[in-house]
């Protein structure tokens, strides 16, 4: 059987969708940007409800859709009618495929128990950036227990050996001690659960001084210089049931160590308090992960076809800027192939650094805007298939020469902005605003002699040497000495010094061509600048001329291929196509 993909997803009268709509995906990745309050989330919660109520006992589901009340935990949205259906509709197809295989949830439907659902659930990740916040919403008197952060968000995903749901069987537990159930059975389902929970919790243990998950932290996550050893472990499963039926309380306890060359390695006793929200977070993105990477494994035997869905919603507004282009990366790069992604963001410069990001392979994503809308109407969404430059082009192509200088300028300074600051700083600051012609004068001064100059005394301070030392070591340079028995300078030493000393040279060149190279490329932004992007972008009565925007285009192309080192095969195309001569 072929590999089927989501195709889209059909809302009724659920979260911020009043009416009935289509979200389409057509089998792609996704990446979706709105504003807060823009209705972006409804499609993590759809899927999350949707699989999640594959796990769930029969008719638990209908909670969902039911008339809201003060207690209720109805997902309906709050300014449709009662008597209007609310519901949640999945369509998959194989690739190829005009035909669909649909899934309805709804107070009166239930197709999310079909077994197809339920490997999707167990071969699926949800991370959220409000559920990354249940790993450490502790109180600071108390030891880290991580269980309400598995009961949550990993255990529903889990299975036992004999391929029950873990959450099913918890809950399977809870009801047959309150229904009387008999002790043994109790017994032998505690016993399964526990198994389970083990043989869950293995991969992060720590074993020796190492583990799954502080290989993934250390690999992907850590700081610069940073080590860490991280391990996860039971420290109280469940315990045997007497005649009291009592449901023991479980510990899922966290160990970290945490150093760097300077300190060595500590032992963090209480990590939710001595770290920041940053760093727990990331250890929580490991553990994720890790968890996410040993389920796949297991579950490819046989399932080769199966779907695996990755759905992050907001994840990274937690994290600090260093953290977030690690995971930038870390998705992207390693999980594209195996998972069909669906990242949602309310922030715009993410999702515009994305975009570049999958620039050259984005054939495979599906690109959404949720535009600002009355709350009382459906959100409205728009397919987003363009960055600036293709946009510029188009325009160009139309003869708008006035709009194509604009979104040549909105390039511009998104390449120059990424390259003068490379940690990103100015994409996420929402408050701050860098003007291209601070991003050229960026560009001209990009040589750092201070920076130079300090490694120079750094060098020389590292070498501990007098100037009576330097004065031999200089005579044994000039007139080529052979070592004697006790030179003035150690043979280890003067290699050394001279490798140190070549290197800071090497540095210097390659400084001075990056500056004459960086030098030359503003001054051909601030040709067209001021021969195209002013004027586009201001009131004047200069008009624009074909060949200048031509020649703007070009350089354009020219600075995405140097500074943004990137494929620029299908822009040239466009460029052809819309009759330049590029």
């Not at 050996?161 to 047959?176: A, H, M, V």
Request: charged share 30%; hydrophobic share 35%.
């Amino acid at each position: 059987m072929a590999k089927k993909y989501l195709h889209s997803i059909e809302l009724q009268n659920f979260k911020a969708f009043p009416y009935n709509a289509e979200i389409k995906f057509n089998g792609r990745h996704a990446l979706v940007f709105g504003v807060n309050g823009s209705g972006k989330s409804s499609i993590f919660w759809a899927l999350y409800t949707a699989l999640q109520c594959s796990g769930k006992k029969p008719n638990e589901h209908k909670k969902y859709f039911e008339k809201i009340t003060p207690l209720s935990q109805s997902l309906r949205n709050v300014y449709q009618k009662d008597e209007v259906d609310s519901f949640i509709h999945l369509n998959f197809k194989e690739k190829n495929s005009k035909s669909l295989t649909s899934f309805k949830l709804s107070e009166t439907d239930d197709d999310c128990k079909d077994p197809f659902i339920k490997q999707v659930n167990s071969s699926s990740e949800f991370i959220t950036h409000r559920l990354l916040l249940n790993f450490s919403n502790f109180r600071n008197s108390e030891p880290l227990n991580l269980w309400p952060f598995f009961l949550r968000d990993i255990i529903p995903f889990a299975q036992s050996s004999t391929g029950i749901n873990l959450l099913e069987l918890y809950n399977k537990i809870i009801d047959g001690c309150n229904n009387n159930e008999k002790i043994a059975t109790l017994n032998k389902w505690r016993s399964e659960f526990n198994n389970a929970l083990e043989d869950l919790i293995d991969p992060l243990k720590l074993k020796g001084s190492s583990s799954l998950v502080s290989q993934y932290y250390n690999t992907y996550l850590a700081r610069d210089g940073e080590k860490a050893e991280i391990g996860v472990y039971v420290q109280s499963p469940l315990e045997e049931f007497d005649r009291n039926r009592q449901v023991s309380k479980i510990k899922i306890h966290l160990t970290a160590t945490f150093g760097d060359d300077k300190t060595g390695l500590i032992n963090i006793d209480k990590p939710h308090i001595f770290f920041n929200e940053a760093r727990i977070n990331a250890i929580a993105l490991a553990i994720r992960f890790v968890l996410m990477e040993v389920r796949k494994k297991n579950s490819l035997a046989g399932h080769e076809d199966d779907l695996n869905l990755l759905v992050l919603d907001d994840l990274l507004i937690s994290l600090d800027l260093n953290n977030r282009l690690k995971v930038i990366d870390l998705v992207i790069d390693k999980y594209s192939e195996d998972y069909q992604i669906i990242i949602l963001t309310h922030e715009k410069g993410f999702y515009n650094e994305l975009k570049r990001k999958i620039h050259d392979n984005i054939s495979k994503w599906q690109l959404m805007v949720f535009e600002p809308t009355p709350i009382h109407e459906n959100p409205k969404i728009r397919y987003d298939r363009s960055d600036f430059l293709t946009k510029a082009i188009d325009n160009y192509k139309n003869g708008d020469y006035e709009a194509c200088a604009l979104y040549l300028r909105k390039e511009t300074e998104s390449i120059l902005g990424k390259y003068t600051d490379p940690e990103l700083k100015y994409i996420w600051a929402n408050t701050s605003w860098t003007s291209l012609g601070s991003m050229i004068e960026s560009l001209l001064n990009k040589s750092d002699e201070s920076q130079l100059l300090g490694d120079l005394r750094s060098l020389l301070k590292k070498m501990k040497l007098t100037k009576e030392e330097l004065e031999d070591l200089k005579g044994d340079l000039d007139t080529n000495t052979k070592y004697n028995a006790t030179p003035p300078i150690k043979r280890n030493q003067l290699k050394s010094f001279k490798r140190d000393w070549l290197n800071l040279f090497i540095r210097i060149l390659e400084e001075k061509n990056e500056s004459s190279a960086a030098r030359e490329m503003a001054g051909k932004i601030l040709t067209i600048k001021n021969r195209c992007l002013n004027p586009g972008a201001h009131f004047n009565e200069s008009p624009l001329f074909k060949e200048e925007i031509e020649e703007a285009i070009e350089t354009v192309i020219e600075i995405k291929k140097i500074i943004a080192n990137q494929n620029v095969k299908l822009y040239v195309k466009r460029c052809q196509q819309a009759g330049m001569k590029i």
